[in-house]
């Protein structure tokens, strides 16, 4: 059973720092893809960043430069450092990952900025 479980997300100021975390199981996780993504309120989701199985790594437009996406692959976790925030940041945050063909999400976390 795939479970992927964020955590992190909280209140902060703009101009502020949070780092997500993705714990995955049930899957081999150092082979697996992994991705972030959010979803404002009133608005569809949308990609944040993605880094592949060999550390190679993707950004939105919005957020390159201030977000950095990484792993451990001994912890099976995924990160997101989120720098500089602003309040268009303010979102749910949702871990992704393809496995067994179908998109897997976790219950996502909820960060706030306030300007």
């Known amino acids: 059973q795939v479970q992927l479980v964020e955590s992190g997300g909280g209140l902060v100021q703009a101009g502020g720092s949070l780092r997500l975390s993705c714990a995955a199981s049930?899957?081999?996780?150092?082979?697996?893809?992994m991705a972030w993504y959010r979803q404002a309120p009133g608005k569809q989701r949308e990609f944040v960043a993605s880094?592949?199985?060999?550390?190679?790594?993707n950004y939105a437009d919005s957020v390159n430069g201030r977000f950095t996406i990484s792993r451990d692959n001994a912890k099976n976790t995924v990160y997101l450092q989120m720098n500089s925030l602003k309040a268009e940041d303010t979102a749910l945050y949702y871990c992704?990952?393809?496995?067994?063909?179908?998109?897997?999400w976790g219950q996502g976390t909820l960060v706030t900025v306030s300007s």
């Open positions: 880094i592949t199985s060999d550390g190679s790594t």
């Open positions: 992704n990952t393809k496995y067994m063909y179908l998109q897997r």
């Open positions: 049930g899957i081999i996780f150092r082979l697996n893809a």
